[in-house]
């Protein structure tokens, strides 16, 4: 017969053990859709063509665009051209009056942290997928998964809890910076990263 | 088994659920967010993002005029430096455009009451203002109208000109003390000159220097570049301190404050003596040499004869000389008497109108040929109390000024309105401010000041919108015009209309050339102005031939009797501090958190001197002089002269957005006698 | 895999008789790392400057009296880093590639062991909350962050200019910036043209040749820090300041 204090240390620790796994994901996270809906598989399919340095480039003086501004969706869709909920929304409320759409941010870092795309795409020859995951070919925009307590998003951490990888491109904490640096050599300090 | 839930349970469930936990990643996850949590409080400022652009302009805070490239995001400057080429801006066009959001920032009219040395400001309608104005303009018997222009040169200036013309006895009154207005004193050998006389410090290869700050801003920083490259100019500079500009000098002569006017008369005598040539253009005055010698005007001034000696030497021998008096940034001018002691060595060298020396530079075009204007008259010119309606206009700057100098001037119950962008400065003594717009929140001509054989203008163009609540002065002037009847010439609304007609004039006369661009018709010259380009003409030569009218030397003869005051109190502030009646608050890192530079309302006295007035440093003292008494607080220096109070203007809290408390008054106050202008005034000091 | 870059050692060579004392490094360093101005009751103990002119005199009497400006900011110390030795949390360490020390105001925990420790007062603590007036924060750089209170900060001679003359020139395929791109904001608005910033290990460079004048010295060399910042004077008494004591706001030589 289990002792009775055995039995409830294990209730705890079940308790415990099921609502870290479990409940506290989800409790942490909250999940915030996207102000519009956009689908990279369409732009950069068969029927639009373009490709990712059509709307993420990097620029002469080595900034990188980030995310498109409002100005680079206009040309095209001054009017709709199909007959998507989200595509009258994108001319209605952002193109005509000019205003930028307020994406959420899957890779925002904090303030010092830096981070130029230059020598990572051009000197180290990385490709997109390596960090932000086959981003380029969704259909929708996943909803941002925002941690309630820092306002990041859980793409920062991780989607595995552990930090145990099992995707390549998840986890864009310094570890996941200091370990591809360290794999390939890259004699770090602290204010190559810091601002 | 029993089922009563007991404390040993709950401690025992605990133990599990602490364990239990630990094996889940909620306790880590929540240490690390808690970190990141403790580090992007919400309260810490982001800096902004967005589109990032590079725009060019032209710095309009003081008459350099220094090209300007500034970084913006979002389209808000958040860099300014010099464009390429250019010389580097100095601390305030570096952080000039913090302005528009000073906290001593006016974004509508007001009426300013004073009440316990302080301002206390009520919003008024704008309409309100203009309507008082022009009703005081129109009515008789309350005094002549005045306009303080503290940036003469403007198409906006030529505004006010022109408004004033049919007002009988109107005037427009030049900023007192600005750099190169002591040449404005020439006017008394050639009344009917048509430009502006200027020094052509470019090509001079010596010059005496009366505490002119070569160094730091005159001539642009050609002249300083010419200083520190030891490419021969010369320069002896007379000076009661070891400035920058005397450090860098050939000879530093630390004459007593009030004593250059005896200086400049020993430098005469000795000319006189040297060469007959110069004695036959100086023959009013030769008695007065014969008794002012060198070692008489050596002894006055407290230096060695052999300094004197040596200026008057180096005039001698270097045929593009000439001897420049040189306004203070706090203190403004020397008194007319002095001023016409060392121009009158321009005339008896005879370097007037010759290359490297005293030539004149036309104006620049009117906005429209031929139009009614009221005339320049300078602030000592103007009679005591005679002033019933004065507009002080600090639309794109001021100087600081002693305002009693000003509210002498005025009739007892006049009207003052100031046009400022801040509630600071010249603005909190006027009873009315109606609010402009900021440094690049409008757009500003930058036309240069006399203290360069040039003329020049350059256009900048402003970078943020302004203000809703700031009116363009230009069109101010329109509204006041409507207002009292006035007709004005020209069709024209805003300043930059205004400035557009100019631009065309200027194309039209055909001189000068554009620096830094192309430009084939009238629009294409103001683009390229707007974009940084500065139109400038070229010195004209004609030797002048003046002389020394008996009434001069009647004048001059009074320096004979310059009395050793027992102590004179003499205004210090910065170069760059000077211009403008608010600083960026990062001033403070100047002025406040370092020891660089001390703070307004200091009394610096040589420790000679505060043993004999029983001074000690840290300690309150009260100046006293004939305009007033201050608070200062003592500090001990070697670097100031014996028998002299250097006493520091500013900023003030107020000027550096520190403090709510809009106190009117200013250290600078207390300098000043009638009609010598406050650069030196006597004064009596004793511990408070 | 990465390619061997080539180790810098960044260092500044300061005129002391081109300096006149205006402040305009001062200046320009504040606007360009977001330094907050200070709140009413800061004074020269509790000031934030990580460029500080600091002045000496040759303790003449009128009109003999001479003062020399001397801007201090970090001196990048190479040897014994006595900053770096000191920090318990890690929040300073050298570059290896350029020799710059930095300082992470991220990981610093405010013990001010390393202010203790700095010879030169480089060091500045954030005793308050940056605030600016309202509607100022839009021109803040976006380019470096903006500490909170409780942190020390120092000179990293403008860490995030090099970050972007590096972002340039791997844009262009370099692992080699120009040095036309990388000028620290005191070095640029130095209306003297008294700052000369540059590589210490570039023997052809200007700073490495101004550092190997007759008139040159660094500050307490005598520590043994290696200090990557050296001054210039052809007056013998400036020169000998090197030895003085550096405090909040002038250099005293230690009689006796």
Redesign the interface.
Known sequence: MIP??YL??????????A???LA?PRA?YRTVEQPLQFSHAVHVGESVGMACQDCHS??????FSGLP?IDLCAPCHTDPMGDSENEKKLVESYVIPNVEIPWLVYARQ???A?F????HL???ELTCEQCHGPHGETDTLRPLEQ?R????SRDI?GRS??RVRNAEGEGMKMSDCSSCHRD????E????C?? | ??TNVTR??ML??????????M????PW??L???A??T??WKWIP??PKG??TSQKTVCSLCPAGCAVEAGCVGGIPVALRAAADGAPLCSLGMTGHHLAWHPARLTAPVRVAASGGEARLTAVPREAIVREVADAMRSQGRGTIAVLDFRPGRGVSWAWRNLLAGFEGAAVIPAPGSPGSGLRAMRGFAPDTQGEWVPDLDHATAILSFGAPLADGWGGARTRARLMDGTGLRLIQVEPARSSTAALATRWIPARPGSEGAVALGVASALASADPQIASRCEEILPLLERLTPERAAEIAGIPAESIFEAAQMLLDHPRSLAVPGESFAGGRFDPTTELAILSLNVILGRIGAEGGIVTRAPLADPVDGAHLAPMRELDETPDASIGVLIVDASAGEEPLPWPSVARKLAPRALAVALSPFAAGSSLHAGRVISVPAYLEAIHEVPRACDVAMAALSISRPLLAARVGSADPASVVREIAASAGVELEGDWSSTEELIALRTAQIHRSGVGRLEGGEAGSPDELRDAMLEGARWTTEPVYHQIRMSISTEMAHRLATIEGTRREDLVVVPRTSPDAAWSAVLSPLFTKLHQESGLRREGGVAVVNPATAREKRLRPGQKAVIRTAQGRVVARVEVDHAVMPDVIELTVGPTPLALGQSRNRVISNSLDVCGSSGTGWRCTPAAIEEA | ??GE?RVARYGMVIDLDRCNGCGACMTACAVENNIPPAQPRVNERTGLTSMRVHRASNHRGFPDHEEVFIPISCQHCGEHTPCMSVCPQN?V??????G?V?Q????CLGCRYCMAACPVHARYFNWFDPEWPEGMERTLNP????RMRGVVEKC?FC??R???A????????S?EIDPADYVPACVEACPSGAIVFGDLSDPESDVALAAKSSDAFRLLESLGTDPKVYYLSEREWVRRLGGADVTRDSLEVHRG
């Open positions: 009775r204090n409830v240390f294990a209730l705890g620790m079940a308790a415990a053990l609502g870290g796994w506290f942490l990097l620029a002469e003086d080595g900034r501004k904090p303030e010092n830096y130029a795309h230059a020598p051009v000197l180290a941690n307590i820092t306002g990041y951490w809890l552990t390939r050599r890259v004699r300090s602290c204010l190559t810091h601002k | 088994m029993k040993r349970d025992t469930l605990g133990g599990g659920v602490a364990v239990g936990s094996l889940t990643p909620a996850l929540l690390d967010d808690l990141i949590w580090q992007n982001v800096p589109v990032r | 895999m990465v870059e929040a360490d050298v570059n290896p590639l350029t710059v930095s992470i105001p991220a990981r380019d470096v962050s903006v990293n860490h995030s090099y970050q972007a590096k972002a340039k020139a791997a844009a262009a395929g692992r």
